[in-house]
């Protein structure tokens, strides 16, 4: 006969078989037997099965946090990292608190389940809500959707975190076993469940469904299993009222969740609306990110924004683009190459210089590029210049383009790319990355690249010029002032009121063997917004502004701000 204070010999198994077995003295273990209506070996798999589907909706809402943080407020490594370790502590804080409720194991375990069904499904939608209706508001409202954001990370932490220890006590309910058994089977399931939902995330539920309805359905299916197995097996562990409430509980939020899905798409419009103002014509998912146009109708000015940052603002467009293309087209210039510049703005200006013989565009988003060929304001603002012969797209990340590249072939190279603060185009910024666009400069070349505001982001300014020095090029920076609200300058995504803070854009030209000064080719056209005196003063503005000493930007250690 066994003592019933005797450890249990790794491997072994004992099942809970009445009020004087042997685990009627154990913590948690409420001293009855809980009888299961299926067999022990059904039973046990069952409880592991939905271990396996809560770690992968645990990971879904971690990820999905971590895609709103990036998608609203800006591509922030450190932001991700404080979600991440904000959600961490959390799980340590809730295990903790689970501690207390082991004697009532499934019913916690299913109250849990049912609220983390609830913040981790609508999540997204809150968090959608308030940065579009409070995101302009300033004051204590200006740091409101990273304050909900980092309030969903804990509150999604200590819930799954909580999730672990009332699940090791609900299997060793149903079959005892050694400790270190139990936990293997548990972070088994646990690990393979985070692996299907660190997968499912990026390859279907993002792309298939979105960030709202995503989340949405993930919390549904959170609430259906958590309930299911707790009301299913562990259904006589409970009293009548508990059951009545819990089953209570899930399908209120099981409805809330479904009625959130119904009416995500007029929740979807109606936030577009109070981000980009009523007149938002087409809003379209493509692989690589979120593609939006407003205006370019009756008169109104088109505006392109690429993950709800301003990239092109139909207003001073003209302004930006001559000062971008027009200084680096003095000189030899019959073949270009133009890096980002998906939207033909660029190549309409390069095409207007005579002598042009080819100009490639290397452009990541395919969608961008059928966009700026179909949509008849783009295509129109862009004068259908990806439809001239002479132009060749190629849909490919410019950096892994730019290592296949033949090399000294280019006269010009232009990079019309997003800004180094956004964490997915810093290594577009890094030394690295100018190496190799250094490598396909014809003897004489130049190239031209977009670096941002300088008055408000001076230092990721004077790091591009530096890194650019690093790479083995000179440089001449120079210093365009816009009208509208500096589109296009920094890595910030939010209502158009908010992006007004960049008044102005910063330019480098380099060369590899001269340092080059930006300048209008006598021979080319005459542009609209620039002369050979403003481009002087241009650069002696940029000058005035200049912070020496900064070190260069790499792939390993990059240092643009966020």
Not at 57 to 71: D, I, K, S, W
Not at 271 to 276: K, T
Not at 477 to 497: E, F, H
């Amino acid at each position: 006969m066994i003592d019933r204070q005797a450890p249990v010999p790794p491997g072994s198994t004992q099942t809970w078989d009445g009020p004087d077995g042997p685990w009627a003295d154990a913590p948690g273990g409420g001293g009855s037997v809980v009888p299961l209506p299926v067999r022990q070996g059904t039973g046990r798999w069952l409880v592991l099965a939905g271990v396996f589907v809560c770690a992968a909706c645990g990971l879904v809402y971690e990820l999905e946090l971590v895609a709103l943080a990036t998608y609203l407020m800006g591509d922030s490594v450190a932001q991700t990292s404080v979600v991440l370790s904000v959600m961490v502590f959390a799980m340590g804080i809730g295990s903790l608190a689970a501690k207390r409720l082991r004697r009532h194991a499934a019913a916690g375990f299913g109250a849990i389940e049912a609220a983390l069904a609830l913040v981790g499904g609508g999540s997204a939608m809150a968090l959608y809500a308030v940065f579009a209706w409070t995101g302009d508001w300033g004051g204590v409202w200006a740091d409101g959707p990273r304050c909900l954001l980092v309030a969903f990370s804990l509150a999604t932490g200590l819930l799954i975190g909580a999730e672990v220890p009332l699940l090791m006590e609900l299997i060793q309910r149903i079959r005892r076993q050694d400790a270190g058994g139990a936990v293997a089977d548990l972070s088994a399931a646990d690990y393979v469940g985070a692996l299907v939902g660190g997968l499912a995330f990026p390859f279907l539920l993002l792309p298939v469904l979105g960030q709202l309805t995503g989340a949405l359905i993930t919390g549904a299916v959170n609430a259906v299993v958590g309930g299911a197995l707790v009301l299913g097996l562990f259904r006589r562990d409970l009293s009548r009222r508990a059951r009545r409430l819990l089953l209570t509980a899930n399908i209120c939020v099981l409805a809330l969740l479904a009625s959130a899905a119904v009416l995500v798409d007029d929740f979807e419009r109606a936030a577009r609306h109070a981000l980009y103002g009523p007149d938002v014509r087409v809003a379209v998912h493509t692989d690589v990110q979120e593609v939006l146009l407003t205006g370019g109708r009756d008169g109104r000015p088109l505006n392109l924004f690429l993950d709800g940052r301003l990239r092109v603002g139909g207003r001073d467009e003209l302004r930006y683009y001559e000062a971008l293309v027009h200084p680096a087209m003095t000189g030899r210039h019959a073949r270009v190459l133009v890096l980002g510049g998906g939207d033909g703005l660029a190549a309409r200006e390069v095409l207007r210089h005579p002598g042009v013989r080819r100009v490639d565009v290397v452009e990541l988003d395919a969608g961008v590029v059928r966009l700026a060929r179909t949509d008849p304001a783009l295509s129109r603002l862009n004068a259908h210049s990806l439809d001239d012969p002479r132009v060749h797209v190629v849909t490919a990340d410019a950096f892994d383009w730019l290592r296949t590249a033949p090399a000294g072939v280019y006269d010009v190279v232009v990079s019309d790319l997003p800004h180094p603060g956004i964490t997915a185009s810093t290594k577009l910024y890094a030394q690295e990355f100018y190496g190799l666009a250094r490598q396909v400069l014809a003897p004489g070349g130049r190239l031209v690249v977009h670096g941002g505001a300088v008055e408000s982001r001076a230092r990721d300014f004077w790091t591009l010029d530096a890194t650019l020095r690093a790479a083995g090029l000179r440089t001449t920076a120079y210093r365009v002032r816009g009208r509208q609200s500096g589109y296009a300058a920094g890595p910030d995504r939010g209502p158009a009121d908010t992006a007004r803070a960049h008044r102005d854009w910063g330019f480098v030209l380099a060369a590899d063997r001269h340092t080059p000064w930006p300048r209008l080719d006598p021979a080319g056209p005459r542009p609209r917004t620039l002369t050979d005196a403003s481009l002087a003063a241009d650069v002696r503005a940029a000058e005035r502004t200049r912070m020496p000493g900064l070190p260069p930007s790499t792939l390993v250690h990059p240092r643009y701000s966020d």
